[in-house]
């Protein structure tokens, strides 16, 4: 067993001690024992620091990291700078994991020198009380660069079903948004990764479960802007690697499809003209940049952006986008 290259986990935790006993067994109990377990607690207010440290007086692979709250991505880069495996996986603590999951992404990735590998999940959605599986994906039976196909850059962006090479995503400088208090910080890292990746594959296996509880305050005026800050982040890493005119058309498609559901969630309507003040800005720069094109757009959506960017106004009497 110790000629297999270490993996290295990161667990971030806040209040989760529900959760957090059925996350870190699934860990510990994996067929492939090559790991390092970075836990991440960030700043909890429960019990979740003991079970932590319970874990960690019996397991001598789990390191605790407590420190003040300061959020998911600057807690997810302390992980990634302490991360000393071959490769990262990251696991959400109130997720688990099938015992076999990292022996079969990681033999994968060996195998075929893979940047990223990953695997399907099952939703497990406790508040609904249904179950599941994350749909097939195209392609993944085959190793592919997404930027051969764009599609795959439009992909779900739960990073917790990955595998990573830890030298690909340091020499890409490739991490986490640093914005305090703010959610979806998950979405530029996925777009940065996979858009940066030469060799990736998605196995057909089911090996993750990810549990959606009791809903997070989303909908308070702090967050209506997280979407536009991850945004802005892919398009600026996106820019600073050349990569912009060949992606502007797939990057205002994401931007159309993430702003339609959060423009869509938001339960006010002062909140959402704040928001469409600017999904305005943004629908007419993308226009005048030409990102617009029927290549990615169907005329009807189209139409709809042209509203956005010129009489936004009209839109709010809209029944759909």
Known sequence: MNDRPLISILV????????????????????????EIICLNDGSTDSTLGILNEY?????????VDKPNSGYGATMNIGLRMATGKYIGIVESDDYI????????????????????????????????TTKPSPYVKRRDSVFRPLDLPSSLLIQPTIWVGLYNREFLMTNGISFLETPGASYQDTSFSFKSLSMARK?????????NYRINESSSVSSPGKVFCVCDE????????????????LKGIMAFRTFQSYKWNYNRLKTMELKRSFMKQWTKEAGQMFAEGAITRQHFSRNRICRLWIIAHCPFLYYFARKV
């Open 12 to 35: 971030p935790c806040y209040n989760v001690e529900k959760y957090l006993r059925q996350c870190m067994d699934s860990i510990i109990n994996q067929t492939y024992t090559s790991l």
């Open 56 to 64: 960690k007086a019996k397991d001598g692979r789990i390191i605790v």
């Open 98 to 129: 099938e015992p076999e999951m990292y022996e079969a992404l990681c033999d994968e990735a060996e195998k075929e020198n893979l940047d990223i590998v990953r695997c399907r999940f099952y939703e497990r959605n406790e508040i609904a009380h």
């Open 200 to 208: 990736v594959r998605f196995l057909p296996d089911i090996l993750h």
């Open 231 to 246: 945004d802005a982040e892919i398009r600026r890493y996106v820019r600073e690697h050349g990569l912009y005119d060949q």
